[in-house]
C-alpha cells in the first residue's frame, strides 16, 4: 500500500472532521483509532437495557448546529438526522417557579418575565445584540487566532467602543452578567447553569460571556440530538469519508510520532508497525500525550514542555445514566417538555457549589446537568418511558467531602453510589417519585470515563480548562492558538487546541486547512 499523504491519530469527532477536509482536497488519508470502534466522546450504547439508548459521553449538540465546520460538510447527506425537544432547557425550582429557554424567543422571555416584569425585554435586548454580531462572533470562535477577518468584521459591525463593550461583557463572571442584565432570578440561573456546562463557575471571568454564548445558541439553534443516538453523528462522518476513499482502522493504538529532521514523518502503532507518511500527520490526541509522549522530548523546545507542565485540565465528571419506566414527574409542568434540565436550588448553591470544586471537596448538594433523552428523540426508548442521563463534576485531585460520607475520590461502588444518591435527591426535591421510575441505573466515575475514552483524562471531558487564562493564545500553552507545532508536518487536532471543548470539528478543520496550506507551499 502506498504511503499516505496524511495519517490522523484519533478518530474522535475532530479527527474525523479533519479527515474529511484533506479527503476532499483530494489526499490520501488514514485514520488510526485505538478504541475498537470510532467517535471517541461522540458514542452511545444500549448497556444498561437493550431496548433503551445511551449517550456515553456527550449529548445535545448546540455548537455542533452553529458550526460552519460541520455545516459545510453537509451530514444529513449521509444519512444524519437531528431531533428537537419541544423545549430546550429548563431550571426548575422548589417553589414551582421554572426558567424556560425556547427556540421561541417570546416563550423565553415570557418565562423570564414571570420571575420579573423587565425580564422578557432584556432577553429580547440580548438577543438583538447576539443576532447582531452572530456570524462574526462565530468566526471568532471556529478559526486560528488571531480570527483576522471575523475580528475586523466584529469591529466594523459593533464601532471601537461598542466592541470593547462586548469584550468586557463576554468577561463578566456568570453572577455578574445576571446582575447587569435581569432584576429577578431566572435569567442569572440560565446564564450560569449554561457556563457550568464547562469548569467555570458562578463567580469566574468569562463565565458570563460562555453562558450568554449557550444560551443564545440554544435560542438560535436549540440543543438537538441525533436520532438513535450520539453515535449516528460518528457514523455520519464515517460514511462519508470512506465515500471520499478515506480509511479508517480501529483498534489501532498509535505509540509514536516518528520525527527525522525536524518532521513528522511515520507513524508507528502497537504492533510494531510503522506507516509512512507523505505531508502530514494531524494528531487528534491531549496535546500533554502528543508532546513528550507520542512525540520524543528530544524533538520538543525545552519551554514547551516546560509550559506543558503547567496545562490544567478541567473538571472531573461523574456520569449517571437511568432507565425509567416512564417521564421524569417534575413538579414545575414547564420541565416535562425540556431536553435538558439544571438541578440547582439558587444562584447562591451554584456559588457553594463552585468554591467546594475549587478547594478540591465533592460538593455536598451537586449541580446536575440532566438529559431527557426520549422527551428529545422518541427513538431512544419505548414509547412512554424514558432514557435519562445527568452529569456533575467533582474534583480532579480530591482532598476531602463537603457531604456526610467522607468521599476520597477512590471512586470505587461505595463512593459511586453515594454522589449518585446525592444527584438523585435533588431530582427528587423536584420530582417527587423520580427514584420508583428507574428500571437500571449506571454509574461512570472518572477513571471509568478514562477508561472507555484515553482522552478524557481524569473525567475531563473538555480535554483542559476553559478558565481565561487557558484560552486563546493560552491555549494549550502560552504562545500558542494555532494548530502548528514545533514539528514540521505535525498539527494538533483535538480540543485541547483553540478554540476548546465541544462537538463542533474547529480544531480538527483548523488543523486540516494548515496542512493543506502548507503543501500547497512545499509544491511551489
Known amino acids: 500500500m502506498p504511503a ?92 414551582g417557579r421554572c426558567a424556560v429557554l425556547s427556540r421561541d424567543p417570546e416563550e423565553t422571555a415570557s418565562s423570564l418575565a414571570a420571575f420579573a416584569p423587565s425580564d422578557g425585554p432584556a432577553w429580547h435586548r440580548l438577543l438583538r445584540l447576539y443576532r447582531h454580531v452572530e456570524d462574526d462572533v462565530m468566526g471568532c470562535l471556529f478559526t486560528p487566532f488571531p480570527p483576522v477577518r471575523a475580528g475586523l468584521g466584529l469591529v466594523r459591525r459593533t464601532g471601537p467602543s461598542g466592541g470593547l463593550r462586548l469584550a468586557r461583557t463576554m468577561l463578566l463572571p456568570a453572577r455578574r452578567f445576571g446582575e447587569e442584565h435581569f432584576a429577578g432570578e431566572g435569567g442569572p440561573l440560565l446564564i450560569a447553569g449554561n457556563a457550568l456546562h464547562s469548569d467555570l463557575g458562578a463567580e469566574s471571568a468569562l463565565g458570563g460571556g460562555l453562558g450568554w454564548l449557550m444560551t443564545m445558541l440554544g435560542q438560535v439553534h436549540g440543543f438537538p440530538v441525533p436520532v438513535g443516538g450520539a453515535q449516528a453523528l460518528t457514523q455520519a462522518l464515517v460514511r462519508r469519508l470512506e465515500a471520499r476513499g478515506g480509511v479508517l482502522r480501529c483498534g489501532t493504538p498509535v505509540t509514536e510520532i516518528v520525527v527525522r529532521g525536524g518532521r513528522a514523518v511515520a507513524v508507528r502503532a502497537a504492533d510494531g508497525f510503522a506507516t509512512p507518511v507523505r505531508r502530514a500527520v494531524l494528531a487528534d490526541v491531549p496535546a500533554p500525550a502528543l508532546y513528550g509522549g507520542l512525540v520524543g522530548e528530544e524533538h520538543l523546545p525545552p519551554r514547551l514542555l516546560a509550559d506543558l507542565r503547567r496545562f490544567q485540565w478541567d473538571l472531573s465528571t461523574v456520569k449517571i445514566d437511568w432507565a425509567l419506566s416512564g417521564p421524569i414527574p417534575w413538579t414545575a409542568p414547564q420541565a416535562r417538555g425540556a ?70 475520590g477512590r471512586w470505587d461502588a461505595r463512593e459511586k453510589d453515594a454522589l449518585a444518591a446525592r444527584v438523585e435527591a435533588g431530582i427528587e426535591r423536584l420530582a417527587p417519585g423520580f427514584r420508583d421510575r428507574v428500571l437500571a441505573r449506571r454509574v461512570l466515575a472518572p477513571p471509568d470515563l478514562e477508561q472507555a475514552n484515553a482522552a478524557l483524562v481524569g473525567g475531563a471531558v473538555n480535554q483542559g480548562s476553559s478558565a481565561l487564562h487557558q484560552q486563546l493564545v493560552f491555549r494549550p500553552v502560552p504562545g500558542t492558538g494555532r494548530p502548528g507545532t514545533p514539528v514540521r508536518g505535525l498539527y494538533l487536532a483535538s480540543a485541547t487546541a483553540h478554540p476548546g471543548g465541544g462537538v463542533h470539528g474547529a480544531p480538527g478543520a483548523n488543523a486540516a486547512r494548515a496542512a493543506l496550506r502548507a503543501g500547497r507551499w512545499r509544491r511551489r
Do not use: K
Not at 358 to 371: D, I, K, N, R
Not at 377 to 401: F, I, K, L, M, N
Open 339 to 408: 431536553g435538558t434540565v439544571h438541578v440547582a436550588d439558587s444562584l447562591d448553591s451554584l456559588t457553594h457549589y463552585g468554591a467546594q470544586l475549587a478547594t478540591g471537596h465533592v460538593p455536598a448538594e451537586p449541580f446536575t446537568v440532566l438529559g431527557q433523552m426520549t422527551t428529545a428523540d422518541p427513538t431512544r426508548s419505548p414509547a412512554g418511558t424514558e432514557s435519562a442521563w445527568a452529569y456533575t463534576h467533582v474534583p480532579q485531585r480530591v482532598r476531602g467531602d463537603a457531604g456526610a460520607e467522607g468521599l476520597s
Open 4 to 95: 499516505p499523504d496524511a495519517v490522523v491519530v484519533g478518530a474522535g469527532p475532530n479527527g474525523l472532521v479533519a479527515a474529511n477536509v484533506l479527503a476532499d482536497a483530494g489526499w490520501d488519508v488514514l485514520v488510526l483509532e485505538a478504541q475498537d470502534e470510532p467517535g471517541g466522546a461522540v458514542r452511545s450504547d444500549r448497556g444498561l437495557r437493550p431496548d433503551y439508548v445511551h449517550d456515553l459521553f456527550s449529548a445535545f449538540y448546540p455548537l455542533a448546529a452553529a458550526s460552519p465546520v460541520l455545516r459545510a460538510l453537509r451530514l444529513e447527506s449521509t444519512g444524519l438526522r437531528w431531533s428537537h425537544a419541544p423545549a430546550v432547557l429548563a431550571h426548575p425550582l422548589r417553589d
